[in-house]
């Protein structure tokens, strides 16, 4: 089983030597550490930049603009805010220029909470993400999503936002969700994680030969199917919609669990299908609960699904607190942990018709 | 390293040459005018660009490598850039549709302000409202011509008020990495203005823009930009470093803002500061290369053709509102492949 850093790792390989990218860069994304979660380690085309994020985002644009195909990482998507305004520019250059110059860029980073990661490596991004009209904005939850979004991102002509839930670097998946062609676990480590102590400076990795994958953009996941009420969620927050569903079977109630997968664009036909089947619905994600991207899909429940409902759409996110505390105590009453979840499932299944 | 030089103003180029380039300067500045004027009656909303540029722009354009893809230059340059446009070849009827926002106007559909020029076939990539961004991208483009190989150069613009921004020093550092150097020409014209505020005081007393080439290893230049045959030969040496030695080089390019930052502040000639094309229309009259009464003709004649130009621009519809919706996504890469 691959972890979320090996997929992505091996979906960039396959990128560089199959589909055309150029250039994997950023900070610390090169050689010798290849990615403080080390997503990057090995690859051929990766090198690392000054700490300038702006930079990273400007040469990434220029390389784009002149026909490459760059992979720009920035390390953390609390240090992607000084560089809005590039953003902006980067979604705008095809409508911009009336459909003269598009933008095939990559910018990956790890997002959200869930490692302790203090104030400045906690934040999300979604909602920010979601306001940049232009971009694509796909978040993986699991090793197959992550390798098959990655691949369909490479070879996407529009900027694609990449985001990382960064908790679950070292997650290697459930049944099914493994990238295909792998070796068996401790095999691929061997071939393609560089050995943390030694002598390392001959190390080169063996790469497996994996298939190509093409997961489309905006195709939800039903992780679980269910009858009484249904999650919409993406990135960590499905794994701790899983681990609500199965509490609340206990008690009868039958959760079905979507993960969008891709937030721009984003499935809304699956959701709409499955308001319709379960007629209750919880939106859950880590973001900042103002202007928070559920908040939007709340509203169009709500406005076109009114007479579907047999209860009130409920979202379930972050805190509109400044940072995401250090504390252990801090950091699950800043963002939804279970308990928050089964509570407002529970008491939204209990509506009836 | 010819670092902090300041080109001499004496070398004479051939007077072909220097009646093209009057005649681009010319054009760019009746273009202006009109432009104004379509903006005071009216016929658009905003004005920004270029008079008092035109010695250097006009050079910059004309020495470009023109055209798609990777053995010819990038240029990434600032609202002011329309002398460089018509330099290379731009109809200025397409600046006055951009001026009047119409569908026809070839570098946004109506969507951008005048001087937002974006010509994907001769590499001029989309021109941004927001000050300096050009610097963090430029590297980008010189990158992929430095691995590519050939001589193209990447040429990025922008004001002396803008290299207080953060993006000024990427370009300058991403430039100039020991073993990565880039083949970008760096260009700040200096008019000693942002919008209301005097270069004095916003920047060090004893050291100008152009030193700062010294602390990132690469030559730079001050040039007269009110003159395009100073300008010229300085651009010629600098763009002949950058294509042979694949490594930056910064000019400081000193230039007027002949009618104010933009139509926010009235765009109304400004009679203090030097006027590079009545000094140039001196010189070459001096040089037996025109006559006033000549010179005035010409004026004359494109300013009436620019008017009838404008005329019909303006009778050219309006963007459907539909159309918003177009090309917010590419479903094909245009840009792969070059």
Known sequence: ?353 | MTHGETHGANAELPRELLVRMHELMLKGRVLEERLITMWRQGDGYFWIGGPGEEAFNVPLGLLVKKGSGLDHDYLHLHYRSSATLLAMGADPVDSMRQMKNTARDPYSGGRNFVGHYSVRKWNVVPVSSPIEVQFSMAPGTALAQKRHGGDAITIVQGGDAGTAEADFYAGLLWSSRKGNELPVLLVVANNQWGISTAYDGQHPATTRIADLGRAFGMPSAVIDGNDPETSYRALTEAMGYVRRERKPYLVEVMVSRLRGHSSATGAAFVKSEHDCLALFEEKLIARGYGTREGFDAMRAQLTAEYLEASKRVIAEPQPEPSSIWNHVFADKNLVGGR
């Open chain 1, 1 to 353: 089983m691959t972890t979320i850093a090996q997929a992505i790792r091996l979906a960039l390989h396959v990128g560089e030597e199959r589909h055309g990218v150029t250039d994997i860069f950023g900070e610390d994304v090169g050689a010798p550490l290849g990615g403080v979660f080390t997503c990057t380690q090995g690859l051929r085309t990766a090198w690392n930049s000054p700490l300038d994020e702006r930079g990273i985002i400007g040469t990434a644009m220029g390389l784009a603009l002149a026909g490459q195909k760059p992979v720009a990482e920035i390390q953390f998507s609390d240090y992607a805010y000084n560089t809005i305004d590039l953003l902006k520019l980067a979604g705008a250059m095809y409508w911009s220029s009336n459909g003269d110059w598009n933008c095939p860029m990559v910018v990956m980073s790890p997002t959200g909470a869930g490692i302790r990661g203090s104030i400045y490596h906690s934040h999300s991004f979604d909602a920010t993400a979601t306001h940049l009209p232009g971009w694509r904005v796909v978040i993986p939850s699991s090793p197959r999503d992550a390798y098959g979004l990655m691949l369909t991102a490479i070879r996407e002509p529009n900027p694609v936002l990449f985001l990382i839930p960064k908790a679950l670097m070292r997650y290697r998946g459930e049944e099914g969700e493994d990238v295909p062609g792998v070796p068996e676990q401790k095999a691929l480590d061997e071939a393609i994680n560089k050995p943390v102590t030694g002598d390392v400076s001959q190390w080169a990795p063996r790469w497996p030969e994996t298939p190509d994958l093409f997961i489309p953009f905006g195709q939800a996941r039903t992780v679980r199917s269910g009858r009484d009420v249904t999650v919409v969620t993406w990135s960590r927050h499905v794994l701790v919609a899983r681990e609500a569903a199965a509490e609340l079977a206990k008690e009868g109630v039958d959760v079905e669990i979507l993960d969008l997968r891709s937030l721009a664009p984003y499935d809304w036909d699956a959701i709409a299908a499955s308001v319709k089947k379960t007629h209750r619905v919880v939106f859950v994600n880590e973001e900042l609960e103002v202007t928070n991207f559920g908040e939007h899909l709340l509203r169009r429940v709500t406005t076109e699904l009114f007479y579907d409902l047999w209860a009130p759409p409920q979202l379930v996110a972050g805190a509109m607190v400044p940072g995401v505390g250090l504390s252990d105590n801090l950091e699950r009453a800043s963002v939804p942990q279970r308990d928050d979840l089964v509570r407002v499932l529970r008491e939204t299944a209990k509506h009836q018709p």
